[in-house]
């Protein structure tokens, strides 16, 4: 509104003079303006280490999910795509994964994008027989990903991840050798364990979660699922002991069914999981728990996950103000007929109730602003919030993963034979449809690129193999040099034309371009002025303090409320604020 009252203010209704040549392409550098910078070239990242503006994950009054979870594989698409859309419906933050049995020997930390989410892995190892085990790793939302500051391998059965925040966040995710395994792996796992906790700094609050195959039991533990300890469970005791930290899962009074975490292939049933916290930062945990909720990965563990909000003081969060489909004031006829009948009778009803001396240009605007509020609230539609989610995913698939959900909560109710032989249909039937519409995914994108290559349309071409790949447009502001001594040569060359050449003086009168008077109306705004300023606004921008979008305005509904407004503020009776 601003932006309109200031058009309109300082509309002087002469013709602007033309604009003067714009100088070719190659007159203009295209390198961002940044300054020469020093004299050696800048060194590169570390791996693993996010160089982008960092935004705070862990804040107060916002809720960060984090979970863990053994899924024992995730080498098919399929459990992949339905381990992001079960922690994607649920808005879970982070998974901390435990064998996912990844192999890439190569390559320490492997960062790889599935539709908006991260899965960052170290990599598995081969057993005796050449077969692929183990491996941890974090599957980031979108949102954690964008404080992602540091990844870092400790060992095969350790990860870490540092996320920007205030206080730090710091998530670890390990597998322990089993309970039967060698003493002395035990006792290595624990050794890199303390090496990296120790190294953590006090103030950062820290989340190790992870497959422990260790049964806690007793005191000084609450509420667990067993009532003793087995040889890992006084391996993990004492580590807690030592760095002061609480298992969370074993914090909190729940019914045994919400305890367990795994089913054994005799039917019984264990808490080997858990997410441990320092308890510097204990009371920030709100709840944690295991869930059922991932039975399609078809994996024996359960998802444990911890509701963590930020016990500090903090700033009142800022108010979202658009959370309306402002579109459909100009694509839906029913939406905008209604939106019209509800702005006007609310307007004329506020109206009414000012007397005449309080009717100033301030209080006919606020009548404006609340009655687009409350129409907006009646009848304009909320923007619904959109899931990340890999191309090939439709409804066919979104509709199986009903069915799966359906027959996995019969199956845990009866426990029939029958019922688990539709489950385990029904998963498999799922994992078809992904293969099948994975790969008319990719039929599809291939003939796309073959029609672009016989039309000759290369930009096409490249367009459509960019969007298979994931690969990223070159950054068109960076300057490639091969050396400092170049680099610097070539920022001087861009600023020293970067104004032009000096210019030449000259002894010639300056000549008078704007007459003595300039045909100047300085009477009360027409609406075909106001109609003129409206039509430039922009669809899909930002509203003001107001919160009355362009769309308000371009819906053609308070065009006179508008114009006596502007023409009230012209003729001195401007608004208070």
Known sequence: MKVLMMTLLNNTRVPVPANPPRQPTAFYDAVSLNPPGRDT??????????????????????????????????????????????????????????EHRHFHEDIDVKFS??????????????NSINATVGGVGFLLSPKAKASLNFVSKASPRIITATFNSNPALTLVSCYSPTNCSDIADVESFYDDL????????????????????????????????????????????????????????????????????????????GQIDYILVNRKWLNSVLNCEAYSSFESINSDHRIVTARIRLSVRA???????????????????????????????????????????????????????????????????????????????????????????????????????????????????????????????????????????????????????NEVTKRKKRDSGRLNASNPSERIALWKNHFSTLLGAAPTPSTTPIERVIPEELPIDCQ????????????????NKAAGLDDIPGEVWKARILDDELLEFCNRTLNGDKPEN
């Not at 009717?359 to 009548?367: H, K, P, R």
């Open 524 to 539: 009360d705004f027409t609406l075909e002025e106001l109609m003129s300023s409206i039509k430039a606004l922009k669809n």
């Open 113 to 126: 994008d599935y539709g908006g989410w991260t899965f960052i892995t170290s990599s598995a190892t081969k």
């Open 41 to 98: 070239a800048d060194p590169a990242a570390p791996a693993g280490v996010n160089t982008s503006t960092p935004t705070g994950i862990l804040r107060p009054k916002n809720t960060l999910l984090v979970s863990t979870f053994n899924v024992r594989t995730l080498s098919s698409d399929c459990k992949m795509s339905e381990l992001i859309a079960h922690a994607g419906s649920i808005n879970i933050d982070v998974i901390c994964v435990q």
């Open 194 to 269: 303390r090496e990296i906790t120790s190294h953590v700094p006090k103030h950062n609050f820290l989340g190790v979660g992870g497959d422990f195959n260790a049964q806690l039991g007793g005191l000084p533990h609450k509420f667990t699922y067993h009532q003793l300890n087995n040889r890992n469970g006084s391996f993990l005791e004492s580590f807690m002991t030592q760095y002061n930290l609480q298992a969370t899962n074993t914090k909190y009074q729940k019914r045994r069914g919400k305890l367990w975490t795994i089913t054994y292939g005799n039917g019984s049933k």
């Open 315 to 465: 700033n009142k969060p800022k108010r979202r103000t658009n959370i309306y489909c402002w579109d459909t004031l100009r694509t839906d006829e029913a939406v905008h007929s209604r939106f019209s009948i509800a702005v006007k009778n609310r307007y004329q009803e506020l109206c009414s109730e000012v007397s005449l001396d309080n009717n100033t240009n301030s209080c006919l605007y606020t009548n404006i602003v609340q009655a687009c509020k409350h129409a907006a609230e009646e009848t304009i539609p909320k923007r619904q919030k959109l899931r990340n989610r890999l191309p090939w995913e439709d409804d066919d698939i979104t509709n199986c993963r009903g069915k799966v959900s359906e027959l996995s909560a019969r199956k845990r109710a009866t426990r029939d034979p029958e019922d688990i032989a539709s489950f385990k249909a029904a998963i498999a039937e799922l994992e078809a449809l992904y293969t099948q519409k994975q790969a008319e995914y990719v039929q599809a994108k291939t003939a796309e690129i073959e029609s672009a290559h016989e039309q000759r349309k290369s930009k096409l071409v490249w367009k459509v193999v």
